[in-house]
Every structure is written in structure tokens, then in C-alpha cells.
């Protein structure tokens, strides 16, 4: 059974950082392809960043240049780096994993709340 826990969350002020962490378990973490969503209210959720299970990354134009999503395979735990925070950050950020070759669906964590302040 696939569990991810999301943690790191919380409030900043606009123009701040903040560190997510994604920590999975049941899986072997190096075989999946990792994802960050966000959905604030009232809008559907978005896709913020990926990461392979080989490493190679791509962003949302939203975040690019402000976000960087890593993982670490030996702590079985994904991150997403966030600077540079906006106003319209503010979302619920979920993360996901998807097995390599796979057709099935994403299995997804209970999300974490982030809020921006202006």
C-alpha cells in the first residue's frame, strides 16, 4: 500500500520560502515518477512540478525559476523548494507517485496547506 505524507506547510509572507517534503512509503521510491500539485480554492488542482524517476525535472511557467523539486531515493522523500513566494501560491499542495511504465493511476498524499500572505 502506497502512503505519502506531505509536511511543511504553513504561512509566509510574500516574497518568503518554504520547504515541502513528500515521504513515501510501501513502495520502491526509485521506480516511481514523482509529482507536486496545488489546487487553491474555487479552481481545479494543477500540476506545480515533476521528477522522474531518473532525476531529469520540468515546472509549471508559473513557478519556473522560483521552484525546485528534488527527491531523495536513500530517504524516500521528495521536496519542493519554493521562493520567492506570491499571493497566488497560496494553495493545497499534494504530492503523487506514479510507477515507472505504468498505466495506472497516481496514488495521491492528503495534501499540505500553504498560505502566502500579501
Known amino acids: 500500500q502506497v502512503v505519502l505524507v506531505e509536511s511543511g506547510g504553513g504561512l509566509v509572507q510574500a516574497g518568503g520560502s518554504l520547504r515541502l517534503s513528500c515521504a513515501a512509503s510501501?513502495?520502491?521510491?526509485?521506480?516511481?515518477?514523482m509529482d507536486w500539485y496545488r489546487q487553491a480554492p474555487g479552481k481545479q488542482r494543477e500540476l506545480v512540478a515533476h521528477?522522474?524517476?531518473?532525476?531529469?525535472?520540468n515546472y509549471a511557467n508559473s513557478v519556473k525559476g522560483r521552484f525546485t523539486i528534488s527527491r531523495d531515493n536513500a530517504k524516500n522523500t521528495m521536496y519542493l523548494q519554493m521562493n520567492n513566494l506570491k499571493f497566488e501560491d497560496t494553495a493545497v499542495y499534494y504530492c503523487?507517485?506514479?510507477?515507472?511504465?505504468?498505466?495506472?493511476?497516481?496514488?495521491w498524499g492528503q495534501g499540505t496547506q500553504v498560505t502566502v500572505s500579501s
Open positions: 510501501g513502495i520502491i521510491f526509485s521506480s516511481y515518477a
Open positions: 503523487a507517485a506514479t510507477l515507472d511504465g505504468s498505466s495506472s493511476l497516481p496514488s
Open positions: 521528477i522522474t524517476s531518473g532525476g531529469s525535472t
